[in-house]
């Protein structure tokens, strides 16, 4: 027997085989999602989903949802983001700050897929935090958003005099992932 061609050939067949099961289990690297942060400074932002086809009365369409969001001065305060800082440590800017509140109009685009009839259907709006969903949560940042991944909306109760703003426990995902982001720094005028 030859002990040189066994023990070769025995390390070059473990080497390929970790190859292959290094490349099948390996995830795609978080960095190659590109969040972006709704600036509170903006007129509004405007999002809009991936279409997908939907079945409503026996009829098949093809869905858009157009997400418009405004931001408002309300803010979320959570004890649990607000850490007491003991021994030096810091707290984050965005977790002294609150999470900022979004004024969100919902347009729902339908298109029936034999037919040119478009119907658009808008919603009742409502406030929210805005959040990218993240199933796994490995990213979790307020007011951030990615296209590629689903939004999710954590509605919110807000009036009364100070610029509080109390989640409602009330969670709403988008049944899209998002195609497209607009920010916009001028006001919308009117007749536009």
């Not at 086809?53 to 931001?71: A, D, F, H, K, Q």
């Not at 408002?72 to 021994?87: A, E, H, P, Q």
Request: aromatic share 10%; with cysteine.
């Amino acid at each position: 027997m030859n002990w040189k061609k066994i023990s070769f050939w025995s390390g070059l067949g473990g080497l390929l085989v970790g190859t292959a099961v290094y490349v099948l289990k390996r995830k795609p690297p978080e960095s190659e999602a590109v969040f972006r942060k709704i600036p509170i400074d903006c007129a509004f932002a405007t999002v809009k989903t991936e279409p997908i086809e939907i079945e409503t009365n026996g009829s098949s369409y093809l869905m858009c949802v157009e997400y418009r969001l405004v931001p408002t001065r309300f803010k979320v305060w959570s004890i649990y983001r607000m850490r007491l800082s003991f021994g030096g440590d810091k707290i984050k800017e965005e977790e002294q700050a609150g999470v900022p509140v979004f004024h969100v109009t919902t347009k729902k685009v339908l298109q029936p897929l034999s037919g040119n009839d478009q119907t658009v259907i808008q919603e009742e709006p409502f406030y929210a935090t805005v959040w990218a969903h993240d199933p796994l949560a490995r990213h979790r940042s307020a007011g951030e958003i990615v296209e590629g991944r689903k939004l999710e909306f954590r509605r919110c109760y807000v009036g009364g005099g100070g610029l509080s703003a109390l989640d409602s426990g009330e969670m709403l995902v988008s049944q899209a992932p998002v195609r497209e982001i607009a920010i916009s720094f001028e006001p919308e005028r009117a007749g536009a």
